[in-house]
């Protein structure tokens, strides 16, 4: 199994003790946030500073994508990127299986915390939705029944959380068709929270532009990912990579696929991105990325 940074966080191959101390601020500055500490003030302050700019409507895609703290013993310990997904009326959080293993440190999570809308028109208004990852000592998520990927699914309460939140979530009908070829080096581009960065007042992630790196569709090194060429850094772990928006799409047959409106669809799981150590001490600047596929084959094990 090709191994990425991110699966090796309790590792000194990792980052050495700067980098982590500054990756610890960062983490507590985040959860400061996402606990709701002057939430108010900030909205005041904002709204204040953003006089005479029209806010445009948001887009639904950001708002399938949310931060996923690591909580343990109540103290924040890790955080990374997670996305919703849709099958028949379940309701899925999907992530990294890394994430429910442990942070950088080798620190076990016992739960994680996200941060959610509240208001489709105002995205200053959002508040934490707790998510609890064991019932008593088993683990509530689950990960492929055949190939060993770093991908997990934890199943949410759908009726509760549609109630007091904005939720969009992608199904397999956002996966791109198999008669829609996706040619050597197409642009893509991951969402998420680099080091928990992102628009901490309207709760919106960062994107980051990148090439598809392998032969999408071939199993790189006869595993099920695909390796993308971008610049990603820890807190990125289980965003999803999606196609760059066009309304054209050529099939496999030459033949081109007018689309109605802007169509974007779900290709993978950003993972972490390729060990030194695999490629003689040299840091290729690759990422690895695993196939949506997988997301379907792991909600079907949920009764």
Not at 75 to 97: H, S
């Amino acid at each position: 199994m090709i191994e990425t940074q991110e699966s090796l966080r309790g590792s000194s191959v990792f980052c050495d003790d700067k980098t982590e101390g500054l990756r610890d601020r960062t983490i507590t500055r985040a959860v400061q946030h996402a606990v709701g500490a002057d939430r108010e003030k900030r909205g005041r302050s904002t709204a204040g500073s953003m006089a005479g700019i029209t806010i445009m409507a948001i887009h639904e895609i950001l708002l399938t994508v949310c931060i996923v703290i690591q909580m343990k013993s109540g103290a924040a310990i890790g955080t990374g990127t997670g996305f919703f997904y849709t099958q028949g009326d379940k309701l899925f959080l999907v992530t990294n299986e890394h994430m429910f293993l442990a942070n950088p440190k080798g620190e076990k999570p016992d739960s994680f915390k996200v941060r959610l809308h509240t208001n489709i028109n105002d995205t200053t208004h959002n508040d934490i939705y707790d998510i609890s990852i064991y019932s008593g000592s088993a683990p509530l998520w689950k990960t492929h029944p055949r190939q060993k990927a770093d991908v997990a699914l934890i199943q949410l309460n759908s009726k509760t959380l549609r109630q007091r939140f904005v939720i969009k979530a992608w199904s397999k009908d956002g996966f791109l068709p198999s008669n829609f070829p996706l040619n050597p080096g197409e642009d893509v581009f991951i969402m998420g929270y680099p080091e928990s960065f992102h628009d901490q007042v309207h709760n919106l992630p960062v994107l980051r532009n990148a090439m598809i790196a392998s032969a999408y569709g071939v199993p790189f090194s006869n595993q099920p990912l695909f390796l993308t060429d971008a610049k990603l850094l820890p807190g990125n772990s289980g965003g999803p990579v999606v196609t760059k928006p066009k309304n054209v799409w050529v099939d496999d047959k030459g033949n081109a696929n007018m689309m109605t409106g802007t169509v974007y669809y779900l290709l993978g799981i950003h993972s972490g991105t390729v060990d030194p150590k695999m490629t003689q001490g040299t840091d290729v600047g690759l990422g690895a990325a695993w196939y949506i596929s997988l997301v379907e084959d792991i909600a079907l094990q949920f009764p």
